[in-house]
T-cell receptor, first 110, second 114 residues
Framework: AQSVTQPDIHITVSEGASLELRCNYS??????LFWYVQSPGQGLQLLLK??????LVQGIKGFEAEFKRSQSSFNLRKPSVHWSDAAEYFC????????FGAGTILRVKS | DTEVTQTPKHLVMGMTNKKSLKCEQH?????MYWYKQKAKKPPELMFV???????INESVPSRFSPECPNSSLLNLHLHALQPEDSALYLC?????????????FGPGTRLLVL
């Protein structure tokens, strides 16, 4: 069965600092992996996805993620965080259905 | 246009009421989904429709009844709900139900059952 682990429930970074959100997945075959962002009370917006090819994926809003098969990881990164990035971030794996991790809440301090 | 719309935004209902949630997309997608998201939890899949036919029901109680009247619309009929059914209900759509297809989410309906 597919599963996703996001080990950090909360992360706080200073505005302008770099960001890395961790995601580990479990899936028997080549996974389809996604990062979504959810602002309070809102739906989910796709940041980026990986399903083959280049292991470094570029997304919207300056985000990128790197797929590492050997570590079963798909970590999300951003070089310089803006206050508007404060939200909850979900990593997800799609085998026969989309399964989300528990989410990481990002707080940005000025 | 990658927009999925949901109405109403908020809904309060009693345990004996009948209500419906609506979802609409005009992207020509043939797959539509209902998810339930409890507070501080990730979304969990409830139902999947493919070409207007129910293809997945994740063992959801019968007090939730989905309906797909056409390829653009998805309803979720609610009857005799329990307080623990209070949650954010998200609708999503994708081109097909093939793994890896991007799902586009609506803003959700926040439901409170009293």
């Amino acid at each position: 069965a597919q599963s996703v682990t996001q080990p950090d429930i909360h992360i706080t970074v200073s505005e302008g600092a770099s960001l890395e959100l961790r995601c580990n997945y479990s899936y028997g075959a080549t996974p389809y992996l996604f990062w979504y962002v959810q602002s309070p009370g809102q739906g989910l917006q796709l940041l980026l996805k990986y399903f083959s090819g280049d292991t470094l994926v570029q997304g919207i809003k300056g985000f990128e993620a790197e797929f590492k098969r050997s570590q079963s990881s798909f970590n999300l990164r951003k070089p310089s965080v803006h206050w508007s990035d404060a939200a909850e971030y979900f990593c997800a794996v799609d085998g026969n259905k989309l399964v989300f991790g528990a989410g990481t809440i990002l707080r940005v301090k000025s | 246009d990658t927009e999925v719309t949901q109405t109403p935004k908020h809904l309060v209902m009693g345990m004996t009421n009948k209500k419906s949630l609506k979802c609409e997309q005009h992207m020509g997608h043939r797959a539509m989904y209902w998810y339930k998201q409890k507070a501080k939890k990730p979304p969990e899949l409830m139902f999947v429709y493919s070409y207007e036919k129910l293809s997945i029901n994740e063992s959801v109680p019968s007090r939730f009844s989905p309906e797909c009247p056409n390829s653009s619309l998805l309803n979720l009929h609610l009857h005799a709900l329990q307080p623990e059914d209070s949650a954010l209900y998200l609708c999503a759509s994708s081109q097909e139900t093939v793994p890896g297809e991007t799902q586009y989410f609506g803003p959700g309906t926040r439901l409170l059952v009293l």
